[in-house]
Structures are given as structure tokens and as C-alpha cells.
């Protein structure tokens, strides 16, 4: 069985840059695993970051961008702020058997 | 604005069956574009992808839920839904229903906890 992977947990400094990464147990990450990115906040509904490994979604601010790096799919922030401490999920299309998984989640610490 | 509101049962017992409706609005289900699904969070887990369905009703499983799963299309009113069999304590989650296009998820409802107790 396929296995999303990420980081379960990362710290920032608050105005540093920080990339999570998202990766597969059996294999490399591309575009064509479309890979996509998420931040949840306790309580509240997942709000979508990133689509199609590079694709900001409407009103996320250019702080955050995604990427290939190496064999995973990475999300970098720029410049933290107190408020991008949560947690952070990628969502990966693994094949046509398996479908969609989601990664187990990073939980990002600014301080 | 697209919105898309959970709702169902919150409180389902042991060995019975789940079942949620999503309900769309500002946006058409029948839209060709855009493959319609459902996510659940245990208390203090992860997200897991449970399955989507398109608008002619073709649908997608994970593997670990597939054989007790099944998710519908109602187009006249603009809503599907969710049927989860024989569940079990470890069923308990918040289920969100959500929009997939090809490339990831892009709208979210504000999900709706589901507890399976007797």
C-alpha cells in the first residue's frame, strides 16, 4: 500500500522561509501525481493553498508557492507570520487503484 | 461563490449505516468540469480521501473504504451524498464534502461530525 509522507512537524522563525516537503513511500513525486496543498486550523474546514503542483488558489497570497524538489513535491513559505502555524496536508494522485491520498499532515510552528 | 453544506445524522450506532448529503449551491453539479467527493478527519487525525463521483455518476473509491462505500448524484437537486455500511467506532470523523477538479481539491464544505456510538 502507497503511503503519503510528510514532515509531522517543522518550525519557522516568525519572517523565515520554510518548505515542507511531500513524498511517496514506493517512488518519486511529478506533476502528473498532481500534487496539492492545504492548511487546516484547529476547528476549522482544510482551505486550499495549491493545485496542480504550482497553482495558487484564488486569494492565497504569493507567499506560499509549490514546487518539485528532488523527488517530492514541496511547499514553501516565505516570510511566516504568526498566523501560518497550523497544520499543513498535501493530497497526491497515486494511480488508478489507489486514487487520491492524503499525506498524514505537517504541523507548522512559528516561533 | 460556490458553497457546498453537509448534513445527516450525527450520531449513527454500531453495525448501521452513515449517510450524508452535500448540498451545492451558487454552482451546478452538472458541471463537466469538476468531479464531486468526500473527506473525513477522525478527532485529532489526519484527512482522508474517501471517494468522489462525477456527474453522470461514474465514481472513484479508496481501496480501504471501497467495499463499503458507496457515493450518489442527485442532479435535480443538486446534491449527492454519502452511504457508508457497517460502521464501526473508528468510522466516528468529520466528514466534508468538497469540489475536486483534476488537479486537487477547491472548495470545501465546513464539514459535520459523525459519531458511532451505541
Known amino acids: 500500500q502507497t503511503v503519503v509522507t510528510q514532515e509531522s512537524s517543522f518550525s519557522v522563525s516568525p519572517g523565515g522561509t520554510v518548505t515542507l516537503t511531500c513524498g511517496l513511500s514506493?517512488?518519486?513525486?511529478?506533476?502528473?501525481?498532481?500534487p496539492s496543498w492545504y492548511r487546516q486550523t484547529p476547528g476549522q474546514a482544510p482551505r486550499t493553498l495549491i493545485y496542480?503542483?504550482?497553482t495558487r488558489s484564488s486569494g492565497v497570497p504569493d507567499r506560499f508557492s509549490g514546487s518539485i524538489l528532488g523527488n517530492k513535491a514541496a511547499l514553501t513559505i516565505t516570510g511566516a507570520q504568526a498566523d501560518d502555524e497550523c497544520d499543513y496536508y498535501c493530497?497526491?494522485?497515486?494511480?488508478?487503484?489507489?486514487?487520491?491520498?492524503f499525506g498524514g499532515g505537517t504541523k507548522l510552528t512559528v516561533l | 461563490q460556490l458553497q457546498l453544506q453537509e448534513s445527516g445524522p450525527g450520531l449513527v450506532k454500531p453495525s448501521e449505516t452513515l449517510s450524508l448529503i452535500c448540498t451545492v449551491s451558487?454552482?451546478?453539479?452538472?458541471?463537466?468540469?469538476?468531479?464531486w467527493g468526500w473527506i473525513r478527519q477522525p478527532p485529532g487525525k489526519g484527512l482522508e480521501w474517501i471517494g468522489n463521483?462525477?456527474?453522470?455518476?461514474?465514481?472513484y473509491y479508496s481501496p480501504s473504504l471501497k467495499s463499503r462505500v458507496t457515493i450518489s448524484v442527485d442532479m435535480p437537486n443538486n446534491q449527492f451524498s454519502l452511504r457508508l455500511t457497517s460502521v464501526t467506532a473508528a468510522d466516528t470523523a468529520v466528514y466534508y464534502c468538497?469540489?475536486?477538479?483534476?488537479?486537487?481539491?477547491?472548495?470545501w464544505g465546513q464539514g459535520t461530525l459523525v459519531t458511532v456510538s451505541s
Open positions: 468538497a469540489r475536486q477538479a483534476g488537479s486537487g481539491l477547491d472548495s
Open positions: 451558487s454552482g451546478s453539479i452538472s458541471s463537466g468540469r469538476y468531479h
Open positions: 463521483v462525477y456527474y453522470s455518476g461514474g465514481t
Open positions: 514506493s517512488g518519486s513525486v511529478s506533476s502528473s501525481h498532481h
Open positions: 496542480s503542483t504550482y
Open positions: 493530497l497526491l494522485y497515486v494511480d488508478s487503484d489507489t486514487n487520491w491520498v
